[in-house]
Nanobody, 128 residues
Framework: QVQLVESGGGLVQAGDSLRLSCVDS????????MGWFRQAPGREREFVSA????????DYADSVKGRFTISRDNAKNTVYLQMNSLKPEDTAVYYC?????????????????????WGQGTQVTVSS
């Protein structure tokens, strides 16, 4: 059974950094493509970033390119989202997501329906 637990959210000021973590408690983390999504109040959930099973392929939403970095540690069953130069518009609940990946270095499209498993979310609030 796949269980995803996010942590690392909080209240920060514009320009600050945060690192989100997501631990996959299942036995198949290395077979999972991992993604991060976010949902701001009154808005639909949107894609933020994804990383392939092997970690060699990543994808980012245009709004976070150059500021956010996704990484994974397969030995720790953990995926990270390093968020730098945070902006008030980054305020949202951030969700970790997983899906089984057939290939080692591919990522799916930026669509939440690609993913089968979801965490409960962690709140990130950026004040101006």
């Amino acid at each position: 059974q796949v269980q995803l637990v996010e942590s690392g959210g909080g209240l920060v000021q514009a320009g600050d950094s945060l690192r989100l973590s997501c631990v996959d408690s299942g036995l198949s983390f290395s077979r999972h493509v991992m993604g991060w999504f976010r949902q701001a109040p009154g808005r639909e959930r949107e894609f933020v970033s994804a990383i392939s099973r092997g970690g060699g392929t990543t994808d980012y939403a245009d709004s976070v390119k150059g500021r956010f970095t996704i990484s994974r540690d397969n030995a720790k069953n953990t995926v990270y989202l390093q968020m730098n130069s945070l902006k008030p518009e980054d305020t949202a609940v951030y969700y970790c997501a997983a899906k089984y990946g057939r290939y080692t270095e591919t990522v799916p499209g930026p669509n939440e329906y690609e993913y089968n498993y979801w965490g409960q979310g962690t709140q990130v609030t950026v004040s101006s």
